[in-house]
């Protein structure tokens, strides 16, 4: 759900730094450490692949079991925390979902486009939906920040771009967080997270791309509440993030969410919507389940429809499948 908030100094995007698909490898590693530099600040200096503070504390990833896997995903689980790895290069796909849009609202959105009201759906609704039309449909997720309210029918705070089309530029404009944004820009081989530009928004050329806010934007920082964070890491290293990481967490901290992440290897990281909206749904099965509704969600993709359901947890407890 959405609430204003004060903002802090910007992050300007230079179109300049923009990396083509085919760039020389150089450029892309030079654009991934600008990323690497961006979340290492956005975390309040703690720099990516640097050991924890408390030398006790157990890498979070370990913690974490595979549960569920198919051909470029895998989802992992501890306790109530769940990460997807999405691997672009093997052909599983990231994409942003919508529910039917109720009114268009043109050139009434925050930068000059448009500022639809889509219908609020259950998770389950929407799954259907992306099950029906692709039988190697992975995962659901809930995804951008938006008005809750007691209508049907609700906007969304930030821009969303998908398949193409600038599907909304957001109510909220630079008079919401106007400092603290970021977008998770995704392509068929490669996904990248910079600091947004309202300026630049028209000419961006990724398929899909959403609008979230920083790991330290205030949004109930503290409060270990429903958290749904994305992130990018480059496997192999040679400047390209090729793998998408997607957090889901019943009860987290901003600094928790953005830490998982970064253990598991994310270069940079942003925050969409949280609190009751976060939910998730994996081939059928709910893992995290809520009453409310959403009007955008993220469709995770495998690059087929084979899936293996892993038999035990680490503590040796059958997960009901």
Request: with cysteine; net charge neutral.
């Amino acid at each position: 759900m959405w609430k204003r908030q004060a903002a802090f100094p910007k992050q300007r995007r230079s179109r300049s730094n923009a990396v083509p698909v085919g760039s020389a490898n150089k450029k892309g590693v030079s654009r991934i450490a600008a990323t690497v530099l961006l979340f290492s600040l956005s975390l309040g200096g703690v720099a990516v692949g640097r050991p924890p503070a408390n030398p006790e504390q157990e890498a979070i990833s370990d913690a974490f079991q595979p549960i569920l896997e198919a051909p470029g995903v895998t989802l992992f689980q501890q306790g109530s925390d769940y990460v997807q790895a999405i691997d672009l290069s093997r052909g599983a796909s990231v994409s942003f979902e919508f529910g039917p849009v109720v009114e268009r609202r043109s050139g009434l959105g925050a930068y000059g486009g448009d500022d639809p009201e889509f219908e609020r759906q259950s998770l389950e609704t929407a799954w259907r939906t992306l099950r029906d039309r692709d039988p190697a449909a992975f995962c659901m997720a809930n995804g951008q920040f938006f008005r809750n309210d007691r209508n049907r029918a609700t906007a969304l705070a930030f821009p969303v771009k998908a398949r193409g089309e600038f599907v909304s530029d957001g109510y909220a404009g630079e008079s919401e967080f106007a400092d603290e944004k970021l977008i998770l820009e995704v392509w068929p081989d490669r996904a990248e997270i910079v600091a947004f530009d309202p300026l630049e928004w028209r000419q961006n050329e990724a398929p899909e791309a959403i609008v979230g806010l920083t790991p330290t934007a205030e949004k109930s920082s503290a409060i270990a509440v429903g958290r749904t964070f994305a992130g990018i890491k480059d496997k192999d290293g040679d400047g390209t993030a090729e793998t998408v990481l997607l957090l889901s967490s019943s009860k987290a901290t901003q600094a928790r969410a953005a830490e998982v992440l970064k253990e598991f290897g994310a270069i940079a990281v942003l925050m969409l919507d949280g609190g009751g909206s976060t939910q998730l749904l994996c081939r059928d099965r709910h893992y995290l389940d809520s009453p409310r509704t959403v009007p955008q969600t993220i469709a995770v993709t495998a690059a087929s429809k084979q899936t293996q359901f892993f038999p035990r947890f680490r503590d040796g407890r059958s997960p009901a499948l």
